[in-house]
């Protein structure tokens, strides 16, 4: 008696956590604890965050910022279809990588700067917009750790 209720106790709990972990996970894979951006980025290859707003003049930085802002003036069409890995569109509101660069976040942040100037690097060579989103994925990516 105690063993069949002890099996039908082990069999519950394991239900429950294969339930629970599947219904965790989205369509596409993502952990469902992932923001809302970053799932409609990773579950659209056509995604773009539609920013409209300018890029601050490089004229204001230095360095590896002034670079970055620098590739966001060269290259906005292929930023904006980029999600920046130091999550700000969830943090800031922001709507893709190009954001970064409206503002000064861009210039305090070496997430931001360094995908900036990788995403312009891998232009340069030709890499069409989804083969670098492909790389700075593949380079960037981290969980997603809520704040």
Request: glycine residues 8%; contains cysteine; positive net charge.
């Amino acid at each position: 008696m105690k063993r069949g209720l002890t099996l039908v106790v082990i069999l519950a709990v394991v239900g429950v956590a294969v339930f629970f972990y599947f219904n965790s996970r989205d369509s596409v894979g993502v952990a469902a604890s992932y923001p809302r951006t970053y799932k409609e980025y990773k579950s659209n290859p056509d995604w773009r965050g539609g920013e409209t707003d300018p890029i601050v003049p490089t004229i204001y930085f230095m360095g590896m910022a002034r670079e970055a802002y620098a590739a966001a003036a060269a290259i906005p069409e292929v930023l904006d279809h980029l999600y920046c890995y130091c999550y700000c569109a969830e943090h800031h509101g922001h709507k893709s990588l190009l954001t970064c660069f409206t503002d000064g976040h861009g210039a305090g942040c070496d997430i931001c700067m360094k995908e900036a100037i990788r995403a312009k690097q891998l232009h340069d060579k030709g890499y069409s917009i989804k083969e670098i989103r492909a790389k700075i994925y593949k380079e960037f990516y981290q969980p997603y750790q809520q704040f």
